[in-house]
DNA sequence: ATACCGACCTGTCAGC
DNA sequence: TGCTGACAGGTCGGTA
């Protein structure tokens, strides 16, 4: 489901609600997948944690978390009673992970994961893996009906690796795709280069930069590269404005749907004519994704 | 390094 | 009405 535009269209709405609450519980189910780390260190992790703030990098939604978990407490009571027995050594010396130290809730959506805060009293929907309860009374829960999202928390400063593309200077991003052989569809959805670019975003750029997906990024001029960037940046930023893409049942942490797919060129349009020049849009597959382009307008 | 492919899952929709 | 197959916003690991 989510791109870059959802992914921060979402964040954003979670950022007004949730941040300054605290979490006061967590319930995670019992299906298998969609977590990276263990159920328990999850739940201990955010269990007594204010959320300072919520945003994204790359497709990842990232909560800032603070004050001392749930779990940390447990350490620092087991601290006092202890410090009798190591006289002379701190408390710090003795657990090195410092309860204060601030920690990360990362969630990747996959392709149908879905973040939504409501009343406890909301019915709880099918394929629901996560329910934290907040101070405020509220809830905020984590659907997946197909479980390709992932669940994880880390303790230092999270890096999904990769640029961001509404940061990134032209040098850079020049340098990023020149003299690889891959195709540049490929390429830029390559999370490792930059990151947060997903299959309707990346067939978007390339109609606007003229650019078909099968193209090999090492035969791309510095020029074209450049108008890649800036459609790439363009698409992106448009779509932000317009809160996402919409395309079966997408809605941001308020449910609210987003416009961007009525500004869609090729995405979803193989048959239909061309807005620019009335050529049938064309579907190939590449790498396992759908990629539509236009014949005429695409080089 | 780089490419393609299937796997991971459930849901929906078109066609028969 | 119900079955079957194709397809879906994403990533990962194996294999040539």
């Known amino acids: 489901m989510p791109e870059l535009p959802e992914v921060e269209t979402i964040a954003r709405g979670l950022d007004t609600r949730v941040a300054g609450d605290t979490v006061e519980s967590v319930w995670i189910g019992s299906r298998r997948q969609p977590l990276k780390s263990p159920a328990g260190v ?14 994204r990098a790359g497709k990842h939604i990232v909560f800032d978390l603070e004050g001392e978990s749930r779990a940390s407490r447990t350490l620092a009571l087991q601290t006092k009673k202890s410090k009798r027995a190591v006289l002379g050594q701190t408390r710090q010396a003795v657990f090195p992970h410092r309860p204060n130290e601030a920690a990360q809730w990362i969630v990747h959506l996959g392709m149908t994961g879905r973040m939504v805060v409501c009343e406890p009293a909301a019915e709880i929907a099918k394929h ?6 907040l101070a405020s009374g509220r809830e905020l829960r984590f659907i997946d009906p197909r479980m390709f999202g992932k669940l994880s928390v880390h ?23 020149r003299g690889r052989k891959t195709p540049i569809k490929s390429a830029l959805l390559n999370q490792k280069l930059l ?32 108008k890649l960037r800036r459609a790439v940046r363009e ?16 809605v941001d942490a308020d449910g609210e749907e987003g416009f961007f797919q009525l500004q869609h060129r090729v995405y979803g349009r193989e048959g239909e004519p061309c807005r620019v020049c ?16 236009c014949s005429k307008c695409q080089k």
């Open 128 to 133: 629901t893996h996560l329910i934290a309860k």
């Open 42 to 55: 999850i739940a201990r992790t955010l269990e007594g944690k204010r959320i300072a703030r919520v945003h």
């Open 195 to 226: 990151r947060g670019v997903g299959n309707i975003y990346a067939d978007e750029s390339l109609f606007r930069a003229g650019i078909r997906p099968r193209r090999r990024a090492a035969t791309i001029t510095r020029e074209q590269l450049g």
């Open 278 to 293: 009335g050529t049938a849009i064309r579907r190939v597959v590449l790498a396992g994704r759908s990629s539509r382009y």
């Open 155 to 177: 303790a230092g400063g999270f890096d999904p690796g990769g640029v961001e593309p509404l940061e990134v200077s032209e040098e850079r991003f020049i340098a990023l795709f």
């Open 235 to 250: 698409v992106l930023r448009e779509a932000i404005a317009l809160g996402g893409s919409s395309i079966s049942d997408y």
